[in-house]
């Protein structure tokens, strides 16, 4: 069994995770522990509050007590408004009050972007477009091409939450680019699991959604790699290992 640990950001996707855990189909735990999101709004200002290190760390010794083997800050936003030496710090922060291996959702997807083999990358995000242009930058930072980065001027994860696949279709093909070699979608406030293999079918491409990539994170953190085709091509990167001994 592998128990892994995500800090979720208020109450908006959260249910990707238990969807998830079943769709992995293998002996992977995945526990959520709620940070308190403090006011919810995709502003910069706001988004810095809600991923201080206060924050995170309280919802760490429950996870540890779940007997976790990674932890991963679950929110994209949260985390690349920090920059991509500020975002290195606050994992850096949240391993040393986990004891544990501590990742982000921003991170999931440079790692995730490299292990697809993807150079050139499009962006679909539901934030407004500023906070778009955040990620673009931490994107750029990892070395990524930025083809494309769409806002959406959705100012609340809550809202978010109430999107249903239409939207999450719609959102995709706006924001896909001819030239890009995946689609990146990343607010973890959005319910994308059961949409990835229809998305990557209609677009041809690799789709990377927030909340599947950082349960691949965690995965990776605890060296870990399990075949889930449902949840797109980066479950079927090979060697596969479907249970560990």
């Not at 083999?117 to 934030?127: E, F, H, I, L, P």
């Not at 999107?163 to 319910?191: I, K, M, N, S, Y």
């Not at 209609?202 to 691949?216: H, M, R, S």
Request: proline residues 4%.
């Amino acid at each position: 069994m592998t128990a892994l640990g995500f800090l979720y950001p208020g109450n908006s996707a959260e249910d990707e995770y238990p969807r998830m855990e079943q769709m992995l189909g293998s002996d992977v735990r995945l526990q959520v522990v709620h940070t308190d999101i403090g006011e919810d709004a995709h502003r910069v200002d706001a988004l810095l509050e809600m991923g201080s290190a206060e924050r995170l760390a309280a919802g760490v010794e429950e996870l540890r007590l779940a007997g976790a083997e990674a932890v991963v800050w679950a929110c994209t936003s949260g985390s690349f408004v920090f920059g991509w030496e500020g975002a290195h710090d606050q994992v850096r922060k949240l391993a040393t009050a986990a004891g544990l291996p501590a990742s982000s959702t921003s991170f999931a997807f440079v790692h995730a972007v490299r292990e697809v083999g993807a150079v050139r990358v499009a962006v679909a995000a539901t934030y407004p477009q500023d906070v778009a242009g955040h990620f673009e930058a931490f994107l750029k930072d990892a070395g990524a091409e930025v083809v494309s980065a769409r806002g959406s001027g959705i100012v609340t994860a809550a809202e978010v939450g109430t999107w249903g696949r239409e939207e999450v279709f719609a959102l995709a093909r706006d924001g896909d680019h001819p030239d890009a070699q995946a689609l990146l979608l990343p607010d973890t406030a959005l319910h994308t699991a059961a949409h990835v293999r229809d998305l990557e079918a209609e677009l041809g491409k690799p789709v990377l959604t927030a909340n599947q990539v950082t349960v691949w994170e965690g995965l990776r953190l605890a060296r870990r790699r399990v075949n889930a085709p449902d949840l797109g091509t980066l479950f079927t990167k090979e060697p596969v290992v479907q249970v560990r001994g």
